[in-house]
């Protein structure tokens, strides 16, 4: 069973701030199936990237996805205030067919 | 393209959880259609999906108490829970997965509360 660990489980950073996430698999998957969601408040979650490194549609360019193997990364330049909310990874294999880590909460400092 | 839950919000301990979950725009066809939850403060937890043509996926942790099933001339794909408990507490989002090339959640409902209290 693959499980996902997000670090850290709070970010606290200001509104111009560069964030990383990290998202780390109990054991070697592929980046094919890796994606990564953007949660606010009250809302349902968006997909932000996919395929590890892709962008989804509308997404901003300020948002980057990198890694391979049981590590990956996702990268926010330069914090806009409304990027502010739970950020989670997931990953389609075979059992549990899907994962997800259990998110980093993104909190302006 | 955008999903829309529907179904009650409140049910007894031992009740069956009966949601749908209604298409508008897009097509059906060659995608997975997918019913995620949230517990209250919680992460988000895959309960199954099911594919256009009716093959099934679903969580080993609910296995034994779900069926989901697709009316594809109605646009709409439903979920039911057998035996729901307190712990069946969540918001129910339908989702669509899409396997051919992004391989990810790229559509989502607004998501829909459901409470299981007696």
């Known amino acids: 069973e693959i499980v996902l660990t997000q670090s850290p489980g709070t970010l606290s950073l200001s509104p111009g701030d560069r964030a990383t996430l990290f998202c780390r698999a109990s054991q070697s998957v592929s980046g094919n199936f890796l994606a990564w969601y953007q949660q606010k408040p009250g809302q349902a979650p968006r997909l932000l990237i996919y395929?590890?490194?892709n962008r989804a549609i509308d997404m901003p360019d300020r948002f980057s996805g990198s890694g391979s193997g049981t590590d990956f990364t996702l990268t926010i330049s330069r914090l806009e205030p409304e990027d502010f909310g739970v950020y989670f990874c997931q990953h389609y294999g075979r059992s549990p067919p899907v994962t997800f880590g259990q998110g980093t909460r993104l909190e302006i400092k | 393209v955008q999903l829309q839950e529907s179904g009650p919000g409140l049910l007894k301990p031992s009740e069956t959880l009966s949601l749908t979950c209604t298409l508008s725009?897009?097509?059906?066809?060659?995608?997975?259609w997918s019913w995620i939850r949230q517990p209250p403060g919680k992460g988000l937890e895959f309960i199954g999906h099911i594919f256009y043509n009716g093959s099934t996926v679903y969580n080993p942790s609910v296995r034994s108490r779900v069926i989901m099933s697709v009316d594809r001339s109605r646009r709409q794909f439903s979920l039911e829970l057998r035996s729901v408990t307190a712990g069946d507490t969540a918001v129910y989002y339908c989702?669509?997965?899409?396997?051919?090339?992004?391989?990810?959640?790229?559509?989502w409902g607004l998501g829909t509360r459901v409470t299981v209290s007696s």
């Open positions: 989702a669509r997965y899409t396997w051919l090339g992004v391989r990810a959640f790229d559509i």
């Open positions: 725009g897009g097509s059906i066809s060659t995608y997975y």
């Open positions: 395929g590890a490194s």
